[in-house]
């Protein structure tokens, strides 16, 4: 069938781009280079790039095209004591301090003038008993992957190359959400450096404050986790199954879809999307789809009972595949690839995306708008790619309370995220067009969303960004904050605040 999915959508509109990545140091002649450079690189084990050095562009290199930052250092710390003598390095001379993970970061924050600490080279995964210690820098595919091998799991979103750290911290959403909840629900135990230099436990019972806020409380923020232990999960059988309708009953599929996805059965999480592709793509078909699909934790003919249900209100789709799939077979189906080497070759997109969520049963005026704000972007010849990701919350999600942990989004319905693509070489009447109708979207929608934003989905242009966020939590995190880093070591332009 023509299959959609979200990672595609980018990839088959040639929006993802393929980086070689960093493979070793091609390094400046020593004597050239800044002292501080020579000075770190002395502390370290890891490699340490500068400005000048040749392997500082692929070093550079993060998710966002548009992330431009040029960080006057970037260390691949190889241990705990790389990121702690880094820290206190970056602190004498007054630099400014970002992790990095999987470099996924919507706002390019884990970039920053000063240096970046890629953990990357920290990505052990030990499974236990009912438990793992996953390294901080260990990318989605490679937890889910080995997780598998076990037969266990953790809920986690679905793109492979995204890294666990900023997933986690900033709460984790995924095709097991509704059953398990976010990846921060089960999130255990942190080992962080904080702003002291000092590598800190925080579980339930050492530092528990600093734990609530890593629940949640948005990558970058409280220091550099070096490794996370979360409890793993056993499951059944799993069944996924992928629809599409004709684009004229887009409303009415939308309509149908809120009314069912987000009471489902905790077991099933099925999202529903709105897709304008490239219009200059080579494949036939229509440029604007609706597509629904989605993730059961039982068999295929239970799952077929279930979509009877959407079915019978936004009638019989097109296209419809329901398959039973392994944990490692649905991971692949949702990440659009299909083993470690097509599951892990690093990409970039040049994309702006927004988010909302709406708190009570998405009102129709609200599901003209965003059909419509496809159709405006199918006619507009300096709009190309666009799509809304329509996201179930409910089941396992909202029943954490509010302020149990950092995350705070507990009693939404549906995730709402407008994704804008263009290409990176395009002219900036294109990146401006598309800013612009963005823009519009987020004031059409405004009188029908509850006000939050997903922090994982950051957004540089949010006003009242921090109560977006993190709500009635955001007066705790600060406290946090203030204990943990109260020189506000760990800044950017959307952190947690010291103050309010
Ligand atoms: C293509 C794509 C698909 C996505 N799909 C999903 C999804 O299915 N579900 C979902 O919930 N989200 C999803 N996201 C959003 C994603 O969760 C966030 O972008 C997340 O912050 C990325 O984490 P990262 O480690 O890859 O990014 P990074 O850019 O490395 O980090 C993100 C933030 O966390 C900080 N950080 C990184 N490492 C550490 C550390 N070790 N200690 C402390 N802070 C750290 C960074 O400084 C930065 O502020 C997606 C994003 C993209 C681009």
Redesign the pocket.
């Known amino acids: 069938m023509g299959r959609m999915d979200?990672?595609e959508f980018?990839e088959r509109a040639g929006g993802f781009v393929a980086v070689a990545g960093f493979s070793g140091p091609f390094r400046l002649a020593e004597k050239l280079r800044d002292p501080r450079l020579r000075e770190l690189d002395k502390l370290v084990q890891g490699d340490v790039l500068g400005l000048d050095d040749s392997g500082y562009a692929a070093a550079r290199t993060?998710?966002?095209t548009r992330a431009t930052t040029q960080p006057f250092a970037i260390v691949y710390a190889e241990s705990v004591r790389d990121v702690q003598r880094t820290l206190l390095w970056a602190r004498r001379h007054k630099l400014r301090i970002?992790?990095?993970?999987?470099?996924?970061?919507?706002?390019?924050?884990?970039?920053s003038t000063g240096v970046v600490?890629d953990?990357s080279r920290?990505h052990g995964i030990a499974v236990g008993q009912g438990n793992a210690t996953i390294g901080?820098?260990a990318?989605l595919y490679d937890v889910v992957a080995a997780l598998a091998q076990h037969g266990v799991t953790i809920p986690?979103?679905?793109?492979p190359?995204?890294?666990?750290?900023?997933?986690t911290?900033?709460?984790?959403?995924?095709y097991a959400s509704r059953k398990l909840g976010?990846?921060c629900d089960s999130l255990q135990e942190v080992r962080?450096v904080t702003a002291d230099g000092k590598l800190r436990i925080a579980n339930a019972k050492v530092n528990p404050d600093l734990l609530w806020a890593c629940r949640g409380g948005?990558?970058?923020?409280?220091?550099?986790?070096?490794s996370f232990r979360f409890r793993t999960h056993s499951v059944g059988p799993i069944a996924i199954y992928r629809a599409q309708w004709p684009w004229d009953q887009a409303r009415k599929v939308v309509a149908a879809w809120a009314g069912w996805a987000p009471h489902a059965p905790d077991e099933l999480f099925a999202v529903c999307d709105l897709i304008a592709t490239d219009r200059r793509a080579a494949a036939p078909g229509p440029r604007l789809h609706v597509t629904s699909g989605g993730q059961f934790f039982g068999t295929p003919e239970r799952l077929q009972a279930l979509l009877q249900q959407l079915f019978a209100v936004a009638g019989k789709p097109t296209q419809l595949t329901v398959q039973a799939k392994t944990l490692l077979g649905a991971a692949q189906e949702?990440a659009g690839c299909r083993d470690a080497a097509t599951c892990s070759a690093p990409?970039r997109?040049t994309f702006k995306a927004k988010s909302w969520y709406v708190r009570k049963k998405l009102p129709g005026p609200a599901i003209d708008v965003l059909v419509q704000s496809l159709e405006l972007r199918a006619a507009n010849p300096d709009l190309n790619r666009g799509a809304i990701y329509l996201d179930p919350m409910g089941g396992a999600i909202n029943r954490v309370p509010k302020a149990a942990s950092a995350f705070v989004h507990r009693d939404e319905l549906v995730s709402i995220q407008a994704v804008a693509a263009w290409e990176a070489t395009d002219p900036q009447r294109v990146a401006d067009a598309n800013l612009t109708a963005q823009r519009a979207l987020a004031d059409r929608l405004r009188p029908f969303v509850s006000g939050a934003s997903?922090q994982?989905?950051?957004d540089p242009e949010l006003a009242g960004w921090a109560h977006a966020y993190y709500g009635a939590n955001l007066p705790r995190l600060a406290r946090v904050k203030r204990r943990y880093d109260p020189g506000d070591v760990?800044r950017?332009a959307q952190?947690v605040p010291l103050h309010l």
């Open positions: 979200r990672r980018l993060v998710y966002s970002a992790p990095r993970s999987g470099g996924h970061s919507y706002g390019g924050y884990s970039l600490v953990v920290l901080a820098g990318k986690a979103g679905s793109c190359t995204v890294g666990i750290a900023g997933l911290l900033g709460g984790g959403v995924g976010l990846t962080i948005g990558g970058g923020n409280f220091g550099i986790v070096t949702w990409e997109a997903y994982n989905y950051i760990f950017f952190s």
